[in-house]
């Protein structure tokens, strides 16, 4: 069974650009979470979905930030304008239901430079 | 959300027990408490998961005493590749919040 995937695995960008980032969760999870871990920090949560609905959106840091879910299936997390701040590693995590353990995917590493 | 607090880092030797002690005294009744690995350059890897009393699986066992304000992760006969960081968690509303974690570093 395949696991968690995310694209691109490393993404390098001009500070106001523009960045979307992918993650495909397990096949058959309902739940997708995105975290974030910046530089030098713990990693935090951004937001949970249930299928397509965004179910807790608390951690997102501003509003440049905008998360999908068209179908339920993968969803994309972007970043527009990006700023030097919003540098570090964003993990995707899925899982089948509430409280069941969550697997992450490998994370991508963003710069904005 | 509940915290939880673990020693910063450990260090053990080759094929022994490893026991890692997390305190989380504000624990609420819906949590469940989840341990996770961490290698570098990797997502965080699923370990464990307890409410109560004692769980294991293949690779661990959760220790809970019954008043729920601790936890411990006991790793049978370390190798060399469990060096890694290990997160104590709380889930109850599947919202996990990391801590700084446990730097484990295996010794041969």
């Known amino acids: 069974e395949a696991g968690v995937t995310q694209f691109p695995s490393h993404s390098v960008i001009e500070k106001g650009q523009t960045v979307t980032l992918r993650c495909d969760p397990i096949?058959?999870?309902?739940?997708l979470y995105w975290y974030r871990r910046v530089m030098g920090k713990e990693i935090k949560f951004l937001l949970h979905?249930?299928?397509?609905?965004?179910?807790?959106e608390s951690g997102m840091p501003n509003n440049r930030f905008l998360a999908e879910r068209t179908g339920g299936t993968y969803s994309t997390l972007k970043v527009q304008p990006a700023e030097l701040e919003d540098s570090g590693v964003y993990f995707c995590?899925?899982?089948?239901?509430?409280?069941?353990?969550?697997?992450f995917g490998p994370g991508t590493r963003l710069t904005v430079t | 959300l509940a915290k939880t607090t673990q020693p910063i880092s450990m260090d053990s030797y080759e094929g022994q027990e490893v026991n890692i002690t997390c305190s989380h005294n504000?624990?609420?009744?819906?949590?469940?408490i989840t341990w996770y690995q961490q290698f570098p350059s990797q997502g965080p890897r699923f370990i464990i998961q307890?409410?109560?009393t004692k769980v294991t699986n293949e690779v661990a066992s959760l220790f809970i005493p019954a008043d729920r304000k601790s936890s411990t992760l006991s790793l049978p006969r370390v190798s060399l590749s469990d060096t890694a960081v290990y997160y104590c968690?709380?889930?109850?509303?599947?919202?996990?919040?990391f801590g700084k974690g446990n730097q484990v570093v295996v010794i041969p």
């Open positions: 096949s058959g999870h309902d739940n």
């Open positions: 504000n624990i609420a009744t819906n949590d469940y």
């Open positions: 995590a899925s899982s089948p239901g509430r409280r069941y353990e969550q697997y």
């Open positions: 979905f249930v299928k397509e609905s965004k179910q807790d």
């Open positions: 307890g409410y109560k």
């Open positions: 968690l709380l889930n109850g509303n599947n919202r996990l919040a």
